[in-house]
């Protein structure tokens, strides 16, 4: 499986990033996807999740209303708004097989596949 994160930088509080994960390890609308964030010396957690038909996502309470994740052919992205010292993490997108058209997971032992993580550093 091939998925390939980027998007991650050092900015400071109150700015955007956008992350993007793209897929070439075929068709992309067969999975579901996810987003899941590991900060220094924490578990890692879950962020953003978005059902193999787009319709449905569901977000994370810490980041609702800030992030939001998409997804268009064999890209997911996340717009990442109004970025906190807290939203500093590795961020991983994930796949998820055999999914319904409109589910969407948000457990970490729910998706199978990872891509490499891309680093958000938001400064104070």
């Known amino acids: 499986v091939q998925l390939q994160a980027s998007g991650g930088g050092l900015v400071q509080a109150g700015a955007s990033l956008r992350l993007s994960c793209v897929y070439s390890g075929g068709t992309f609308e067969y999975y579901a996807l996810g987003w899941f964030r590991q900060a220094p010396g924490k578990e890692r957690e879950f962020v953003a999740a978005?059902?193999?038909?787009?319709?449905r996502i569901y977000t994370a309470d810490s980041v609702k209303g800030r992030f939001i994740i998409s997804r268009y052919r064999n890209t997911m992205t996340l717009q990442m708004n109004s970025l906190e010292p807290e939203d500093t993490a590795a961020y991983f997108c994930a796949l998820g097989r055999g999914a319904g058209w409109e589910e969407v997971r948000t457990k970490e032992s729910q998706y199978a596949d990872w891509g490499q993580g891309t680093l958000v550093t938001v400064s104070s």
């Open positions: 978005i059902s193999r038909s787009g319709r």
